[in-house]
């Protein structure tokens, strides 16, 4: 079969459609902060009607499975109830709840079209002035993130995790517009203490780098420095938590040279622990789509590159390396098709879908020599490189 090489806008388009498909570039929030759900002040400005109750019932599963609970409504802080639904009075709802609750809670009530539908969370006195103080959700981030780091790792666990939300939300600039207000020695303290919630170590990490490249004090900067390099060189295991956010700080406090720091740690090779390579894959990703200012985007792509023959991270290097639309690597991608794609089929689809996108004349001859070698392989593996990934 003779197939017509395509323009360059083609290719172009090509490229771009296969970085859909095969990868989830990163999104706006942190990368490296997991799944952190919705912030109260959010659930706050969104609800027509917020009040205080308390609980008068045990929580109990109702017929569709939603753990509900009665509350007796103390005070209204916002709206009325102008419409009650079936299971309310304006003294008396039944929320949602993640689990039982015992006392006081905030409920946020949201109209429906059989009334108000509301869902509670535990409360006492300081999260409720907590819950009322917060910046509205609709200020400018960055404005909104200098009052919530002042309350990162708040002796009342509701609030230190809302506070976290709140950075875990926010765009990456808004945080880096922040980072002359974070608390250096705080967060140098918390990426060190392993007592710390692991959950929050990848973004502590991130927020360190930040504070290292903010500093006007060098020998802050290099406490910082030192911190993250501790970090890095401390002896772990293969599944260190929110290690990507620690490398990730790096690469935004030392530029190029927190990359080079990264590749004579062994981060960046063919021989990498899995589970590192894979923290190292994510931040060279961060550095792509955040730190093109100081770090050229073709040395985040070598970088890449260099990971490119660790099996467990093969696909998703391809997979970047075509989304950098860096061609250089044409014959070592096509290579893993028969290495490490033999027993991968995601590795043959990531080749598959790279040499569909390079605009190189050795690419199509690559793709015609493994079609001819196993048509039906080739099919398979063109034809999942196109769908959306799962």
């Not at 499975?65 to 003294?91: H, M, S």
């Not at 409920?107 to 819950?131: M, Q």
């Not at 200098?146 to 600039?173: K, V």
């Not at 935004?252 to 062994?266: K, N």
Request: charged share 25%.
């Amino acid at each position: 079969m003779t197939r017509h090489p395509q323009n360059g806008r083609g290719r172009l388009i090509q490229a771009v459609a296969l970085a859909a498909a095969l990868s989830a570039c990163p999104g706006a929030a942190c990368p490296f902060c997991g799944v952190v759900g919705r912030s109260l002040a959010d659930r706050r400005d969104t609800a027509d009607v917020v009040a205080v109750g308390a609980a008068d019932t045990p929580a109990a599963r109702d017929s569709s499975g939603l753990v509900r609970q009665r509350f007796t409504v103390a005070t209204t802080l916002r709206g009325r109830f102008d419409e009650i639904p079936r299971n309310a009075t304006p003294e008396a709802v039944t929320a949602a709840v993640a689990a039982g609750i015992e006392g006081t809670a905030l409920l946020f009530g949201v109209r429906g079209d059989d009334g108000l539908r509301f869902d509670a969370v535990e409360a006492d006195e300081t999260v409720i002035g907590y819950v009322a103080a917060a910046p509205p959700a609709d200020e400018p981030a960055s404005n909104r993130l200098q009052w919530f780091a002042t309350r990162l790792e708040h002796p009342d666990p509701t609030i230190a995790t809302d506070a976290f939300t709140e950075f875990g939300l926010a765009p990456f600039t808004a945080v880096r517009d922040v980072a002359r207000t974070l608390d250096a020695g705080k967060l140098v303290a918390w990426l060190r203490e392993p007592a710390i919630d692991q959950r929050r170590r990848g973004f502590y990490g991130l927020a360190v780098g930040l504070a290292a490249a903010a500093a006007t004090d060098p020998d802050d900067r290099d406490r910082c420095i030192a911190a993250l390099h501790e970090a890095v060189e401390a002896p772990a295991n293969d599944l260190r938590a929110g290690f990507d956010g620690v490398l990730a700080g790096v690469l935004v406090a030392e530029a190029e040279a927190g990359l080079a720091y990264l590749e004579d740690q062994g981060l960046l090779r063919a021989t990498t622990r899995p589970g590192d390579a894979r923290h190292a894959l994510a931040a060279l990703r961060f550095a792509w789509e955040s730190l093109a200012d100081t770090i050229p985007r073709r040395q985040t792509a070598a970088a890449t590159a260099a990971l490119l023959g660790n099996p467990p991270v093969t696909a998703e290097s391809i997979i970047d390396l075509a989304r950098y639309g860096r061609w250089d690597d044409v014959a070592a991608v096509a290579a893993a098709w028969d290495t490490l794609g033999r027993d991968d089929p995601l590795v043959r689809r990531a080749v598959a879908g790279y040499l569909r996108a390079c605009p190189l004349q050795p690419a199509q001859a690559h793709r015609l020599r493994l079609e001819a070698a196993d048509p039906v392989a080739w099919a398979r593996a063109e034809s999942a490189a196109m769908l959306p990934a799962r």
